[in-house]
Structures are given as C-alpha cells and as structure tokens.
C-alpha cells in the first residue's frame, strides 16, 4: 500500500534520487570527454541565462504539468495513464484541424484560441476515455491499452502531415515540406506580459489554475476520496455504492483530456506548425513528472519545472557543449528506476503489504 | 493478381519480421505465466540489438557479438527480476524505467562506440534454407531461406511449449502465477522461478534483438526496436497466454509489419502510416477483447 499521504520519505527519496541522477549524469558528461565547465555553461545559458530561456522552460514545464497533473488523477483510482505522448498527438491534430480549417481565427472573446484549446481536450480525452472505456468493459490493462494508443496516435500524426487530404499545406513545389500550414496569427495562445523577450503565454495561468482545481478535489472533495477507494480496493468501494466503472472512466477522460490541452498548448505556443516528431517525447517525460510526483499536484508542478528546465538545459548542452542528449534520458531512466525500487523501503515502514 | 512469387517472398518476410517478436513473445509469455510482467522486453531487445552489434563490429564474428548481446542483456533482466521480487516494485513503472535507461543508454554508446563510423556495415550472420525446403521451386528460396536464428527460435519455441506442457519445471512456473502460496508450501521457491523466468525473458527478448540488428538489417540504429518489445507483450495478451496462439499472434503481427513493403511494391496505393500503424492497430483490437475473455495468470503483477 502507497503511503501517499505522508509525504516526509517520499520527498526525500525523490530528491534522493534526483540528485543521484544527476550527479551520474555529470560523471558521464566527464566520461565523454565534455569538459564539465563547458556543460554546465550551456546548461545555465538555456536555463536561467536570459528571460527568453526562462519563459521557454517554463513552458516546457507546463506541458510537462498537465500530462503529469493528469497522471496522478488517474493514478489515484490506481490507473496508469502511460499514453501522455499519444493524448498530446491527437491534440495536437485536433488542435491545428481547427486553427486552420474551423474559421475560428475572427471569433471574438478568445474564442479563436479557446476553440483550438478545447478541440484538443475533447481528442485527448477521447484517446483517454477509450483506454477507461476498455479498461472497465474487457479488463484491458490500461498500461498497455494507452501505450500501443499512442503508438497509433504518432502515426496518425505523420498521416495527418503526410496526406494532402488531411493537415498537410498544400504543395507548391517539390521542396514543400512535409508539414501543416503555420496557424492564424489570432489562434497563437496570447502572452501573459506583453514583452515579447519573456514569451510566457497564457497556456501557465491556466495549469495553475487547473492544478488548485485537480489539488482541492484530490484532498478535499467526495470525488478524491471515491478515486482512492477506488485505487485502494474495487471491491469495497463498489460495495460502498460508488460507481467504480463511472470514476475510472472519467479519470482517464480526464488524464487524456489534459494530455491533450498539453498538444494544444504546445502547438499554439510554441510551435505553430503541425509536422512529424512532433510530441517529441512530451508525453513519456510527463509520465516521469506524474510518477516523480508520488501522487501530490503540488510535487507534479515542482517535478515539471525540474523536468522542463532540464529539458531546456539537456538542448542547450547538446547544441552548445556537444553532450548527447541521451545523457539527459539515461538521468531520467534511472529516477523513474530509483523511484520504483524505492518503494520498497517507504511501505517497509508502515505495515508490509 | 497475386502471384506465387510476390506470395511467396510475403511469407517469407512475414516470417522474418516475426521472428524478433516471437522470442521476446515466448520470454515474456513464459515470465507472465510464473506471475511477473515485464514492459522492459522492449528495454531487453535493445540491450540485446546493442550488444550484438557492438560485439560483432568488434571482433568481426557475429557469433561472439550473438554471445555478447546475450550477456549484456544479464544485468538488465537481474535489474528487472530484483525490482519487481525482492523490491516488490511496481513491475509496470519499473519496466518503463528500465525502458528509458535502455534507450539513453544505448543512444549514447552507439555515439560514443560509432561516432562518424556509424556507416559502417556491421558483420551479421548469412541465411541459411534447410535441406530439401530450400529446393521447393518459387517458395524454397524465398520463404526457407532465412537467418539461422530463425530455425533457432522456432525450435526453442517447440522446445518451451513442450517443456512448459509435460515437465516439473513447466508445472512450477505455471503453479507460480496461478497459486504462488501452493509452490511455496511445497518446498520450492517462488522468486527463484520467478528469477529464472525473468532471466528466460531477458535471454530470449536479446536473441530478438541481436536478429534484429545482426541478422535481418546488419546495422544499428537508435532505438531500432521501435516498440517491438511492446508488440510482443501485445501478442501474450493476444494469444491469452497460451503458446500457439502467442506464436499465430506474432507471425499475424509481422504479417502486418510485411505489409508495408508488400502493398507499395504490388501498386496498392494506401497511405504509408496507416500500414505501419497496422501491427499496433491489430495488437490494440486483440487487447481490447475482440480474442475472447481472457484469463491472466492469477497473480501477475503480484509480487511474492
């Protein structure tokens, strides 16, 4: 049994094992021949070196947030949402059909953004959903179930920018790359501050705010409770008269749901084209943040600022210091290992299993 | 129309394309049965895709690079094996983990190992048609004339079904995903079989992998297992846990993977994606229950 509740061993050990990571991570860096100085340079100029850097990364964090924040919602009803990288896709998909082709872009109040927004909440949780639906139907476990969804989701994404049906801009000539139209200028996320040099959009209120909402029903409402009853033993919460199919379901509606706000966000505030590659491992590194996170909204927001300024460090030290980015994957391999052997060692001191 | 060759040479490729699938299958298949899961095939196929390569581009004999993906993928499968029994560690967290590791890891030493030679072509085994086979006109050619380690795997799949239907050591690890609590009061040791067992996965998902690498493309390239690992856990669900039908779900999922090179060469104009998609799409329907009720080993995922 997870004993979430106490968070005293579980942030020691995730801190344990994060600065484990990373300083391995640093050996390795020496390993390859990279002298450390040079690295670590780049790592601080693509993080904290200009307000630019520094609005990119937090960026990044959202993404990272709403996949994790959506993670931990599902897991509290004991599901393992693993299918982040596939809800992003198809948010993304769903996110540009409708920047590009909806006539969105003269709506007034927001609309023009907002519909793109909720389009891909709507695709995500349906990606979601379906895995819940499964789940509660046919007993299909759910890792499996979102993980080869989002094996489907990215290829559906390459057809999508492949197929001149589908998003692919229209061909002009033979270099006419592979990839959508960039979206209308009214359906970019607007920013926060109206200083272009700190582009921080509107995409980080809204996690914020999507995070006190996701915190309070985890911890204070009837529907946190039933979620971990849930989690905690099916049976008992089904005598109880909870609705456990209802709750799963709408736990990975809502998990998805945020995976796919997590495209949308990243689409209309960051990358405006839809093309191959696009969820670029978003989706995995979110899954990290949830699990990093062991099952608090408050540890999801401080794992995805690490994760999203690490990110931005791992591509700064690649472009500028010549260190792998696979360096940055192997640090994230061996939190998530750390991190599920530790188990062992926090349930050791309350009752074993 | 199809002809016989274009039929032909599509079994023939079907086979091959299944043949990773089908050892990392049979591994996972016999560690579900002893009650442990492993999502790291896909982590273990890549050790083993790794090691080979490495050790053949080594020392010139893709032999030694065989024996070499085969011991590298220890470590991995032991990490497995003491996260998910002595640790009791959740077995689908920690397997992802492992996953992640795995690619870094190996993305790095390729780049480290390869660097600009990464163009080399990387000594890999010939192929090889069984006497007699080999003659059949149109077919002998183009379906038997495979890598040897496809033979291989074949006959170590009949070896387990075999072994796991009529023997001691069959009834133990199925006896320790139905009712581990029995094994233990009968002497034996559950996380020894489960140990074992993890172990059989590891050896088995590396030998899908270094015939990836050093048998079928004699090349490797990052993350070069593309989910495979994952298929092959697809197709134990798919063949609900039985040794025929894990066996028919990969050859149908290679089936699939030969599609796509099939369908372009005989004019079929059908969008590319979809046909790759197509094993994952098939493998999703299968988990979603359209093969029947299925019937996991009681205590998979259960540490003991």
Known sequence: ?353 | MISAESAAVFIGSSIRLATPLLMGGIGELVSERAGVLNMSVEGMMLTGAFAGAVGSWATGQPILGLAFGLLAVLPVALLQAWLSNTLRANQIVSGIGINILVLGATTLGYREIFGERSSDEIPGFGKWAPPFLGDIPVFGQAVFLQVWIVYLGLAIAIGTALVLRFTAIGLAVHAAGMEPRAVDKSGLSVRGIRYGAVTFTGLMSALGGTFLSIGDIHTFTEGMTRGAGYLAIAAVIFGNWRIGRTIGACLLFGAATALQFQLPAMGVDIPNALLIMLPYLLAFLAVAGLVGRQSAPASLTVPW
């Open chain 1, 1 to 353: 049994m997870n004993r979430r509740y106490l968070p005293g061993p579980g942030i020691l050990i995730s801190v344990g094992a994060v600065v484990a990571a990373v300083l391995l991570g640093i050996v390795l860096i020496a390993l390859i021949g990279v002298s450390i100085g040079d690295a670590l340079d780049a790592f601080v100029d693509g993080t904290i070196g200009s307000a630019y850097a520094i609005a990119a990364s937090v960026n990044r964090s959202v993404v990272f947030a709403l996949v994790g924040i959506g993670f931990v919602f599902a897991n509290r009803a004991n599901l393992t949402n693993v299918g982040g990288e596939g809800q992003i896709a198809l948010g993304g998909i769903a996110a540009t059909a409708v920047a590009l082709y909806g006539h969105v872009a003269e709506l007034p109040l927001g609309l023009s953004f907002a519909l793109p927004m909720l389009a891909a909440v709507a695709a995500g949780a349906l990606w979601g959903g379906l895995a819940g639906i499964l789940k509660t139907r046919a007993g299909t476990n759910e890792v499996i179930s979102t993980l080869l969804l989002s094996f489907i989701a990215v290829w559906l994404l390459y057809w999508c920018v492949q197929s001149n049906a589908l998003l692919r801009q229209p061909m002009t000539n033979s270099a006419t790359l592979p990839e959508s139209l960039e979206i209308p200028d009214l359906t970019k996320l607007p920013l926060v501050t109206a200083d272009p040099s700190l582009p921080l959009n509107i995409g980080l209120p809204l996690t914020l705010l999507i995070a006190v909402i996701v915190a309070m029903f985890l911890t204070r409402g009837t529907v946190g409770l039933r979620l971990r009853a849930i989690g905690l033993n099916p049976l008992a919460a089904r005598r109880a008269g909870i609705a456990t199919e209802r709750y799963a379901v709408a736990a990975m509606l809502m998990a998805g749901g945020l995976g796919g706000l997590a495209g949308a966000l990243m689409l209309q505030g960051d990358q405006y084209v839809l093309k191959d590659g696009f969820s670029s491992g978003y989706g995995f590194d979110g899954l990290v943040v949830g699990l990093l996170a062991r099952g608090s909204v408050t540890g999801v927001i401080a794992s995805a600022l690490l994760f999203g300024f690490l990110r931005s460090g791992g591509i700064s030290m690649e472009l500028q210091a010549g260190v792998p980015s696979a360096v940055v994957r192997i640090i994230q391999g061996i939190i998530v290992v750390a991190l599920a052997g530790a188990v062992y060692w926090i349930d050791r001191r309350g009752t074993s299993r």
